[in-house]
């Protein structure tokens, strides 16, 4: 077993300054400020309520740091996203995946010893127990993917009790490399099962991506033709999606950990989180606009559409709640979409052309230049992952593949933070005052 390194040292919580002042109703309140490495310095609130008797209030929790982090920053101004300081264009272009979970568990990149003891570990780890397999057949035949990755993942926690003692940093370690490890496998086996097909065991002699590709699309009866550049295209595509900081399904795993839950059920509640179509399901509707679209003729319809504020379309995978500039996984998914088709020979693919011709025609718009709507990542998402063989049901379980590693290193960093504790929101109550309990023949 290798040493356990931890990504959290010593809290650099910033210079604290007490000069952030609050006056409410009369009374001013002193509030720390804690600068960060780069981006907005926060104001310490938790305090407020014993001095105040207020609570703040943040629907969404739009202006509000829930924790302290040194995994992932996103500058959505500059269209920037850094995986611990280093720029996902880099890591996608010069990187694997593995590597990026590493850096993304670790805080660093691996060196070359490092990276094979990680890939050997993870290796060892991506079969299921076999007594998993009849765990799937308790699922209806058209269950959802999402719906089997929810429940086999959350059963994982009654199959590893060595690993879920989550104040030991090595059950941690363990039981954060098999959620990795396992993650494709899970995914292949719901996608098999949901199309009747057999489940094919992971093979060690392959990489992580070109593994997951050959598990969903190989079949017993005939050879499977594997593909370099379609399992490098798979490879990017989970390192663009690996983190995203404090997300709504991060958020998710993190308040799920706070209370001291078992991991994997904690990732299961990530993938719940997920699945809705607000998060994990635009890239589906982003590839439903565009066949609907059809057509480069039909596109100046659909913008016209797009800027009506009485017709509820939206130009699906334009527009971002953070990124207020490029979507810089956007500019490699871009990149991507064009290797795969090209290694298909599917260059005139008709959706990519409309695609293209949208984003062409909405960023000289303005409307769009005004609102600063750039394509996101899911614009050319969908395009790419049925290129490459994936129906849309399971885009989103791809994305539960690629986010696994940052639902993990967060929910570790949670557990390892001295300043962790159970998360508990308050509210600002609206409802009836105290009443008296009517008896039934008085109501
Ligand atoms: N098409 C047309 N108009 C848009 C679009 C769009 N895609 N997105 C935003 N707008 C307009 C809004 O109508 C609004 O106009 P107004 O100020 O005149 O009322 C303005 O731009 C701001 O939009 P908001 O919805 O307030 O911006 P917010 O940051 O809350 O929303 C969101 C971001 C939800 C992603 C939005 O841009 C959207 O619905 N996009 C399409 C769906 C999509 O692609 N989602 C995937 C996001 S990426 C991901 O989750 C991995």
Known sequence: MTS????????????????GKLTVEGSTYDLPIYKSSIGPAVVDISRMY???????????????ASCESKITYIDGGNGILLYRGYPID???????????????????LPNKDQFSDFENRITRHTMLHEQMHSFYKGFRRDAHPMAIMVGVVGALSAFYHDSTD???????????????????????MAYKYAIGQPFVPPQ???????????????????????????????DRIFILHADHEQNASTSTVRLAGSSGANPFACIAAGIACLWGPSHGGANEAALSMLEEIGSVEHIPEYIKRAKDKSDPFRLMGFGHRVYKNYDPRATVMQKTCHEVLDALGARDEPLLQVAMELERIAREDEYFIEKKLYPNIDFYSGITLRALGFPAEMFTVLFAV???????AQWKEMIEDPHQRIGRPRQLYTGPTQRDYIPENQR
Do not use: H
């Open 90 to 108: 880099q890591l996608a272009e010069n990187g694997n995946f593995l590597e990026s979970c590493y850096l993304l568990l670790y805080g660093d």
């Open 4 to 19: 356990i390194q931890s990504p959290v040292d010593e809290s650099n919580r910033a210079e604290n300054s007490a000069d």
């Open 402 to 408: 690629a986010r696994t590693v940052g639902w993990i």
């Open 166 to 188: 989550i104040n030991d940093p090595v059950q941690r370690d363990v039981a954060s490399l098999r959620m990795i490890a396992k993650m494709p496998t899970i995914a292949a």
């Open 204 to 234: 060690n002699s392959l990489d992580y991506s070109a593994n997951f590709l050959n598990m969903c699309f190989s079949v017993p009866a005939e050879e499977y033709k594997r593909d370099p550049v379609l399992a490098r295209a798979m």
């Open 50 to 64: 014993a001095q105040s008797d207020m609570f703040t209030y943040d629907p969404g929790f739009t202006s509000t």
